[in-house]
Structure formats: structure tokens, C-alpha cells
């Protein structure tokens, strides 16, 4: 992951992460630019915003809860599709 300084727009390094909840999906990164003429300090903050795929266990449940609606017939339908 790479920060830009907000002044010089130069790469910064990322000293230190304070996670701002329990989830650790925010938290304050604490930066220095590494601009010799500028070594600039500051905090900026990383946010978790959605995601694109959701994880492989949601996806897992998710097909389960559809699944266990379906009659024995309409499962037996559905893998003869999905194999065919
Ligand atoms: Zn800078």
C-alpha cells in the first residue's frame, strides 16, 4: 500500500497503525513523507468501504438457506443442471 504526502504528493512510510475498532477496519496510519525537503509527519485514515465479492462463507450460506427451500426433486433438478 503506498501513501502519498498530502503536501509534497512524495511517497510516505507508514510508521505506526492505530485501529479505530474492534473489526480493524478503520484505523489511523501515522506517516513521514519521504521527501528529503519536505519530512513531512501526519496521520492519515484507512476505511474498509464494501466489498466486491463477499467471502466464500457467505457465498456457502447463502447457496445452503436457497438450497434447503427447494424440494429433494428441485435439488436433484438443479445439480442435474449444473453438471450437464
Ligand atoms: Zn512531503
Known amino acids: ?13 507508514i510508521t505506526s497503525r492505530n485501529n479505530m475498532n474492534e473489526e480493524k477496519t ?3 496510519l501515522y506517516c513521514s513523507c519521504t521527501n528529503k525537503d519536505c519530512f513531512a509527519t501526519f496521520v492519515t485514515t484507512l476505511g474498509f468501504k464494501h466489498y466486491l465479492n463477499p467471502p466464500r462463507q457467505t457465498t456457502m450460506q447463502l447457496a445452503v438457506n436457497l438450497l434447503s427451500n427447494l424440494s429433494k426433486d428441485e435439488r436433484l433438478e438443479l445439480l442435474k443442471g449444473a453438471i450437464d
Not at 4 to 12: G, V
Request: aromatic fraction near 0%; include cysteine.
Open 1 to 13: 500500500m503506498i501513501v502519498h504526502c498530502p503536501n509534497c504528493q512524495q511517497k510516505a512510510i
Open 26 to 28: 478503520v484505523a489511523d
